[in-house]
């Protein structure tokens, strides 16, 4: 019998989608981070799913926590193309208290460990640990073959970050033949590459393991007092110092937009690196390519006319430049500029927009001028608002970031019409 040479097809994605995502402040209220709308049409759990689908993982296992309805209706909705006859799975497992009644996901490994069970069903060598809240394309057969040949107990994908920016992160110590020697979390002064001093490696929170390997791991951390039963606070380090751990560089297996692309990689973790990332999705030639079809970020995708643009006159022209809009849109005599509008976003006469990132169904009303603003989905803008010209004033209201970005969401537009 000849053995398969993807690795992909013996291995299984289990993906961590439970953490709210609070610096994200009012636009995790009602979902959870991976939940989050991204990019026109996307939400930002579909990078992970899009990534480990195209890199052959037919066997996914999602795993949430906190409100995660949108997330799984989602999932429901636009990832429900897997066939069990084939041998593959889309598994949502929200913490359903396995471990007792009274224990919910205690930490990464431990949403881990609760499932152990559903694992053992899938039947795979390898299990890959993914992030569900990151923007960045990668082929994740590439670091699946570096763990194989390099013979580890974990391999862990790691950004190449300035030296002093890597404060932020876990950073990984290595040595010539890039096996971790030590894993420092969040430290004041990173090390540097070998050969490479000025740049750190920083943890993307992805992780491969043989299966046999980190089951038995995970049931030792299990009867541990004193874990917190997380990857990177326990798991990980304990490897680091008793096993093989090996980085596997980002730059090895990302997916360019061109040959002499950047690797993008964006933790869209605030509002201010939302708002980036999205208005940036509007440059001449975006470092996230959207458009390429030989690795397509999948969705779900509503039924929606295409976007329609009305009036023609030199006060009240429907228009759009350096923008996207999406399906469903209707610019009635509005002036866009630098903007990303969602589905079914509804803008009306004599209103502006530049940088403005709308979230699907707002409707913006007559005579307003929003300037970079992030408009949460659902919104009513009302007649005349001005937003982004008076920050002070901004900020009796709204929700203005150190970044100068505006967040607007219904309640705080409520709590204005009636004078709280």
Known sequence: MVQNSRLASRSMAFVLAGGRGSRLQELTDRRVKPAVYFGGKTRIIDFALSNALNSGIRKM???????????????QRGWNFF?????????ILPASQRYDEATWYRGTADAVAQNIDIIDSYDVDYVLIL??????????????????????????????????DATAFGVMAVDETD???????????PP?????????????????FNWKFLRALLLE??????????????????????GKAQAHRFT??????????PAYWRDVGTVDAFWKANIDMTDFAPELDMWDRSWPIWTYSESVPPAKFIHDQPDRRGSAVSSLVSGGCIISGT?????LLFTQVHTNSYSTLEGAVVLPYAYVSRHARLTNVVIDRGVIIPEGLVVGEDPEDDAKWFRVTGGGVTLITQEMLDRRAEGL
């Open 131 to 164: 992030a569900g809240d990151h923007i960045y394309k990668m082929d994740y057969e590439r670091m699946i073959q570096h763990h194989v040949t390099a013979g580890a107990d974990v391999t862990i994908g790691c950004l190449t970050v300035p030296r002093m």
């Open 61 to 75: 296992a999602l795993a949430t926590q906190y409100k995660a309805h949108s997330l799984i209706r989602h999932v």
């Open 192 to 208: 540097g590459i070998p050969g490479d001093p000025e740049n750190a490696l920083a943890s993307m929170g992805i992780y491969v």
């Open 179 to 189: 096996r971790i020697t030590s894993f420092l979390e969040k430290p004041a002064d």
């Open 335 to 339: 002036e866009i500029r630098r903007s």
């Open 252 to 261: 090895d297996s990302c997916v360019r937009s061109g040959p002499d692309a």
């Open 83 to 91: 066939r069990a006859e084939r041998n593959e799975f889309l598994d």
């Open 221 to 242: 951390d299990m009867d541990d007092p004193n874990s917190s039963h997380d990857f990177g606070n326990d798991l990980i380090p304990d490897i680091v110092k008793n």
